[in-house]
């Protein structure tokens, strides 16, 4: 038991009784580690963000990609249009 459950067992026992002050701290001490358990389980471990981390960095990767292709395209683009207005 920690001090603030100690605490209150000591409260609990004065006012209902040592048995149902030690029935009362177990039931919460349970409904407490359910609770945790629940709230734990959506968390994200190291592993999820290295995880997340290596798809973001590989879709920026792939991103900077399509957009020095578009760049490079539409500077061709650009030089074959003032090459052919240049001619006319």
Known sequence: MVVSEIKLYELLKA?????????????????????????????????DLAKTEG?????????????????VATATAIVGTVALMKLS
């Open 15 to 47: 006012k209902i009784g040592e048995s149902e002050a030690e029935a009362f701290i177990q039931i919460l001490e349970n409904k407490v580690e359910t609770r945790l358990n629940e709230k734990t389980s959506v968390f994200a471990t190291k592993e």
């Open 55 to 71: 798809k973001l960095l590989s879709t920026i990767s792939e991103a900077k990609v399509d957009i020095i292709k578009w760049m």
